[in-house]
């Protein structure tokens, strides 16, 4: 089972930093912050454990809010490929090896102590981070992924046919299931395998060769 980040200590404070250096260094240290507290952890706690003065984070973030803001940018924007979109439409490749290398390269995102633990404070409390990320994951993803399916059975297009709610949480169902692993380690604590690559490639493979039949079922449903 994965070991958490040790708890940050309180840390002696940092003179003579430039601007940036110091931006930098509340950014870091928020992440951290906000995966071992959720967003109910106070600004004043988080200048404490930085060794700095409640004042010097709103020199740099006019709010909690604009630190949040800066936090989801920081652990979800910035490790979020733009090639991924690209490899669900890469028809050269099978589809089961394009989701298998996606989720492949995903685990190796966002499997991590701080992704996972603010992921799952936002939601609960409810910020928008959660919801905007997983509008990501839909529009470039999931969608797609259905589109592709579609084409590789020789169903009509999404065009043709608009995607039911119903094969967009098909494929939700294989983004969870994978997901859930980080779940289970991050957040449970609970044991989850070190290697995760024949796991990932498993779920890829039981989801395409169990999702023809309901797919055509689904879409000539979607026709009527």
């Given at each position: 089972m994965a070991k958490k980040p040790a708890k940050?200590?309180?840390?002696?404070?940092?003179?003579?930093?430039r601007a940036a250096e110091r931006e930098r260094f509340i950014v870091d240290e928020a992440v951290k912050f906000f995966a071992e507290q959720g967003f109910g952890g106070q600004t004043r706690e988080l200048a404490k454990r930085m060794g700095i003065t409640h004042s010097a984070i709103y020199r740099h973030f006019p709010s909690k809010e604009a630190l949040i803001e800066r936090v989801y940018e920081e652990i979800y924007l910035s490790r979020w490929s733009p090639s991924w979109n690209a490899l669900i439409g890469d028809r050269t490749l099978s589809?089961?090896?394009?989701?298998?290398?996606?989720?492949l390269e995903y685990v190796g995102q966002v499997f991590e102590y701080n992704w996972v633990r603010i992921f799952v404070?936002?939601?609960?409390k409810s910020f928008d981070i959660t919801k905007r990320y997983l509008q990501i994951v839909r529009d470039q993803i999931i969608e797609p992924a259905c589109c592709e399916l579609r084409h590789d059975l020789k169903l009509p297009?999404?065009?043709?046919?608009p995607l039911s709610e119903r094969e967009i949480?098909?494929?939700w169902g294989l983004h969870g299931r994978i997901f859930y692993m980080a779940i289970r380690r991050f957040v449970y604590?609970?044991?989850t395998p070190d290697q995760l690559d024949d796991i990932v490639n498993d779920a890829v493979r039981v989801f395409i060769d169990g999702s023809e039949k309901l797919m055509r079922e689904l879409v000539d449903h979607a026709r009527r």
């Open positions: 940050s200590a309180k840390k002696p404070p940092r003179r003579n930093m589809l089961q090896t394009r989701l298998s290398r996606f989720y404070f936002s939601g609960l297009s999404s065009d043709e046919v949480e098909m494929f604590e609970t044991p």
